[in-house]
């Protein structure tokens, strides 16, 4: 089984949307920029470490820089039986699994960002990695420090985090070195993220919550606060809102899923950070990290390489690396084009139908094996619409 996990904030690097400029999918960039009143595109592309670490920035960047990529996968025809995110990232993987509207997600993590940002400056705060040490040690650790600090993300087996006042995490860290941690790593961030001292960000939080109402999915998401897969809607809002001040339990979240039947964990957005979790805590996991479009043909041949021999490849599973899916690119009536039959010709940004009054080009070259969609079917956006074999 496969699951879509996806990164938070620490993720963004500068010019991370540079490579998606002339792709499909950068269609969701200017759709953020409308939702949130910022060019997003400008964030993804020109701006520098300091503008991007930015709590306000950061996440609203890396939320849509992951569903760019979430977006080209989907149009493979790639589809998860989990979702999964770090932290922010859990808004992501709602947004993915459609417990929350683009829109909502937008809104909803820019509220989040805003009022985390708003907390930190209120009650300033830090972050620092153990590395090397149990995570009942780190724990130890910031008992005998005797201040404000707590473990803030249970990320891989030897690689925990810490957070809270500056000198607690001080203290903490050199507690964590007496009792054998092998390295205590400053994090370059804005404030004691999922610790008490953003306790203040809840309430704008569950007001924001409140507005998005979040649906109930057929793909399960594994919560950050329980570690567990939920699928009801109505369950999000308490999770999001204790995820604020909450330690992000990642490790417990990779082996529930490995214990659901997940081996093979793709990572969808910038970083690659969550796959050297993966790899470090599940015991045979195959993982990738998509974060640019020329990892696109590396995804499909790694899900080809995943399957057993004689497997049945589903429509809507697995795609052979020779296949490809176009999708809607809006929501509408289905018309295709009446000349256009199977085994025709296709190439690249080549009129293929029409969905309500938008055109309908394909983005790859190849032979139409078949459309999915029949004529007058209204069909969402990004649903598939027909498949193509490449030559």
Known sequence: MLAFTFPGQGSQRPGMGRPWQDHESWELVDEASDVAGRDVGALLCDADADELRDTRNAQL?????SLMVL????????????CAGHSLGEYTALTATGALGFDDGVTLVAARAAAMHDAGLEQPGTMAAVLGLDDDQVEVACRRADADVWVANFNAPGQVV???SPDGVDAAGGNAKDLGAKRIMPLQVSGAFHTPFMTAARD?????????APRDTDVPVVSNVDALPHDRGAEWASLLSAQLSSPVRWKQCLLALSDAGVTDFAELGPGGVLTGMAKRTVTDARTISVATPEDLDKLIEW??????AGA???EGEHLFAHERLVVSPASGIFRPLGELTEGAAIEVGMLIGHVGDHEVRSPFAGQLQSYIAVDTERVTA????AWLRSS
């Open 312 to 314: 049945v490849q589903l």
């Open 71 to 82: 977006d080209a996968a989907e149009r493979l025809g790639l589809e998860p039986s989990y």
């Open 61 to 65: 960047t890396t939320f849509v820089s």
């Open 382 to 385: 990004r649903q598939p619409i």
């Open 303 to 308: 899900v080809g390489a995943g399957t057993p």
């Open 162 to 164: 810490i957070a809270g």
């Open 204 to 212: 704008r939080l569950r007001a924001a919550l409140a507005e998005a």
